[in-house]
Nanobody, 127 residues
Framework: QVQLVESGGGLVQAGGSLRLSCAASGRTLSYYAMGWFRQAPGKEREFVAAVRTSGGFTYYANSVTGRFTISRDNAKNTVYLQMNSLKPEDTAVYYC????????????????????WGQGTQVTVSS
C-alpha cells in the first residue's frame, strides 16, 4: 500500500507558474510509474503527464506539452509537476497516481491503469 498526498495548488494568474508535489508514504515510490491527472467541473478526469520508475521516460498530454514538466526524486519519495505558462483552461483538481504494473506508454495515459490515488489539489488560473 502507498499513500499519496498532493500539495502546491492554488490561485494564479494566466501566464504564471505553479509546482505541484506528490509525497508518498507506506512504500518507496521507486517501484511505481507515476502519473498526474486533472478533473475540471463537469468533465471527465484526463491525463496530464506520466513518468517511468527511473524517470528516464516521460509522457505528456498534447495540451500541456512544452508547458508542464513531470519529474521525480525517488530519494525524497516525491513526484513533481512544474506548470508554466498556465492558462484558464488548466483550472482543475490535480491528482497524482501510482501504477504498480508494467503499463505501456499508452496505458499510462489511462486512469484505470493506476492503483493508488491522492486526494487532489485545486489549481485555479484566472484570466
Amino acid at each position: 500500500q502507498v499513500q499519496l498526498v498532493e500539495s502546491g495548488g492554488g490561485l494564479v494568474q494566466a501566464g504564471g507558474s505553479l509546482r505541484l508535489s506528490c509525497a508518498a508514504s507506506g512504500r518507496t515510490l521507486s517501484y511505481y510509474a507515476m502519473g498526474w491527472f486533472r478533473q475540471a467541473p463537469g468533465k471527465e478526469r484526463e491525463f496530464v503527464a506520466a513518468v517511468r520508475t527511473s524517470g528516464g521516460f516521460t509522457y505528456y498530454a498534447n495540451s500541456v506539452t512544452g508547458r508542464f514538466t513531470i519529474s521525480r526524486d525517488n530519494a525524497k519519495n516525491t513526484v513533481y509537476l512544474q506548470m508554466n505558462s498556465l492558462k484558464p483552461e488548466d483550472t482543475a483538481v490535480y491528482y497524482c497516481a501510482a501504477e504498480t504494473g508494467y503499463a505501456s506508454s499508452s496505458g499510462l495515459r489511462r486512469a484505470f491503469e493506476y492503483d493508488y490515488w491522492g486526494q487532489g489539489t485545486q489549481v485555479t488560473v484566472s484570466s
